[in-house]
């Protein structure tokens, strides 16, 4: 079930904050990632997650993701003209 690798890369770190803050278990994201609870529970840990500042990160995703289509559409804007 899980699959040899020793990096955690940026794509591997932003996917586990995402799923973590869309409220997803560490049995649910271990499965998604392909590695053990345990695994994710370390890292969440080291990064500093935890279900007392979830809403926080709720929020900073939110604005993150508001924040990357803007630009996006900013960036389409000038092209276009």
């Known amino acids: 079930m899980t699959k040899e690798w020793k990096v955690w890369d940026e794509y591997r770190i932003n996917r586990l904050i995402r799923l973590y803050v869309e409220g997803r278990t560490f ?26 500042n979830l809403k926080a990160l709720q929020i900073e995703h939110v604005m993150a993701e508001r924040k990357k289509m803007l630009l996006e559409w900013i960036s389409r804007k000038k092209s276009v003209t």
């Not at 049995?27 to 007392?52: F, N, P, Y």
Request: proline share 0%.
């Open 27 to 52: 049995s649910q994201i271990a499965k998604d990632l392909e590695v053990t609870r345990s695994t994710i529970a370390g890292k969440a840990m080291r990064l500093g997650l935890s279900r007392d």
